[in-house]
């Protein structure tokens, strides 16, 4: 009787073990939450405005506000951390931030100049601070005086912008920051009814800026969102569900990052289910996939980089952080190309409209390779081939070559390609040099190396592989 009572409350905690044991493992099994404000869409998108995204895939990406007067320094104390946060930095208050707005005077800003820079520097798109975190608007704003209107420049920035840069041909997409530190009626947690009434005004002056941004600037192909981390924006997945599906209806093809949208739980980028919303993923901030990551490729996504370690708006001393080479920003490219993604490249102009010395070298040195070898970026993605020590594999859309960005030359000058079974090397020859063939040997069954003779080089270059089907 004893035995039989000890296994029976046994065979109860069993029982109760198993269940626990399945509820805690229900995620695994795919446990579906369910969410009502998640992706409008959970395909990637096909349509002509999306695939000419993915085409661009190099881009440039524009910083640029009140920021860029003081450019990280205050009472002559330089702060290393991001320029465009200075006013956290030195604790500085509002009123005496925004009063910035009446030295704001870029008189020798010339928008075509930049779209040249842009354009020999391979860019095939640009985004730009509309309104940063500190509110101020690039654009004569109807629903603020925090403004380019009332600074003594008193022009539109981003008309003569626009056109500028769609002259060059290339795609406008526009930075906002929902995160306002100007506007009376920001909040960053909603605690109480009058927090509550006052993020409703907030909410409506967000949607009267989109559409008016939308109907000034027609040109534009999409919003780059930010600041959209605080419990308030959060808390309004339905909100930002409806902006997003509302700001689509009024402008057809429009494109937008996933840092718009939170589902009704509170879940950013990605919904509850782990479904992306908005366009493509834009988490990847100063940083970029690890090269392993192929399913990264099953969304589409973007890298925004700073050219020193962490300055988006124009900081005065780029002397206290690692600046970036170009060679290491066009292996960063070329990384997000390998893997399906686009690279967006900041820029912080300074205050009276002009571009560093530093900048302006940095585009052109990149700019000369794009030229040469901008065939293994422009509509490239994921080549579908195990990475080498050398360098990426890009493949284009259309096509059946494939591009080898080569950053590391081994001392045999033998480059190692693992080819997926039944496939062989037909040919393969610098993309420079199309006329001369590049000896193939084997390795094993698998591997094949491509010879290098004496290439001797300061920049990465680029192999063509033409590969055929193995006869069987
Ligand atoms: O706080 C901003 C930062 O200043 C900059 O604009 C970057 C660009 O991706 N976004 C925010 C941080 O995520």
Redo the contacts with the bound molecule.
Sequence with gaps: MIFLKISLRNIIYMIKAIIFQIIISLPLFGQVITVKYGPLLTEKRTDTAMEKWRTNRFGQ?I?WGLYAIPGGEWEGKIYTG?A??LPVWAAIPSAHWDSLQYDFNPSRFDPKKWAKMAKHMGARYVTI?TK??DGFCLWPSKFTEFDVESTPYNNDLLRPFVDAYTEEGIDVYF?Y?ILDWHHPNWRKEIKSDSDQFAFEQFKSFTKNQLEELLKLYPEVKGFWF??T?DQSWKLNGQFSYELENYLKKIHPGLIVNS?MRADEHGSRHRDSNGRLMGDYE?GY??RLPDTGDTAIIQVDWES?MTIPENQ??FHKDWTTSHVKSPNELIEMLIHSVSLGGNFLL?FGPKADGTIRREEKRIAKEIGQWMEKYGEAVYNCGHAGLDKQDWGYYTKPKVGDNIYMTVFNIPINKKLKIRLPKGEQINKAYLLDRPNRSLEIQSYNKEISLVQIKTRSTSHPFVIVLELKRKES
Aim: a negative charge; hydrophobic letters at 25%; charged letters at 25%.
């Design positions: 990406f910083h991001a465009e946060w601070t940063h975190h930075y920051s930010d600041g981390w840092r834009s901030e100063r925004c988006w708006g900041n």
